[in-house]
């Protein structure tokens, strides 16, 4: 259970450690990115945390929870 829990934990640290590498410019500036022409990089990375963080973080504590022994 804390292997799963550390190595998710672990995935977040490295996509925050990534962002924090970026210069201010590449995470704010909107259409810096030809995929993403309408938005700045930080919204979707924002979004991305909160998301994750709010719906798969509990429903990883509940299959954790049902599948300890």
């Known amino acids: 259970m804390h292997a799963v829990l ?3 934990r672990q995935s977040f640290q490295q996509i925050h450690d990534a962002a924090e590498a970026l210069p ?5 500036e909107v259409g810096r990115y ?12 924002n979004s ?16 954790l929870e049902r599948t300890k022994r």
């Open 24 to 28: 201010e410019r590449d995470l704010i």
């Open 34 to 45: 030809p995929w993403l022409p309408d938005h700045p990089l930080v919204a979707i990375i």
């Open 48 to 63: 991305s945390f909160g998301h994750f963080h709010e719906e798969h973080e509990p429903a990883l504590r509940a299959w």
């Open 6 to 8: 550390r190595t998710y």
